[in-house]
């Protein structure tokens, strides 16, 4: 099991004005006393977490990008190590998802 204390959070609305999907980022506390930091999706409904199996859906591609694109804005990407994880870790190029990632990560990472 893990514990997870946000750092960061934007909201999005869904369709329901009651649920919120929130996209966090924080730091993963383990019972074995380590910790490492990652980002998750996780809905809300009237400002109480709803984890289902730890899984969140996305409605949609343009939510995802909606997102992202908020936390950009939030100055979540200004952070120099987050850019050099972020070239790190992106390096997948064979499918047409990943290639839009791919783009909007460069976008985020190549940002002033």
């Known amino acids: 099991m893990a514990r997870f204390k946000r750092i960061c959070e934007v909201q999005k609305v869904g369709d329901s004005k ?36 730890g899984q969140a859906r996305i409605p949609s591609l343009k939510d995802l990008f909606d997102m992202l694109a908020l936390a950009s804005k939030d100055g979540w990407f200004d952070n120099k190590d987050m850019k050099n994880e972020m070239k790190n870790e992106i390096k997948c190029e064979s499918y047409p998802y990943c290639l839009i990632v791919k783009l909007l990560s460069d976008i985020i990472i190549n940002q002033k």
Request: glycine share 8%.
């Open 18 to 53: 009651e649920w919120r999907l929130c996209f966090q980022y924080g730091t993963y506390h383990y019972d074995k006393g380590d910790s490492e930091n990652g980002f998750r999706f996780i809905w809300k409904e009237n400002d109480k977490l709803k984890p289902q199996r």
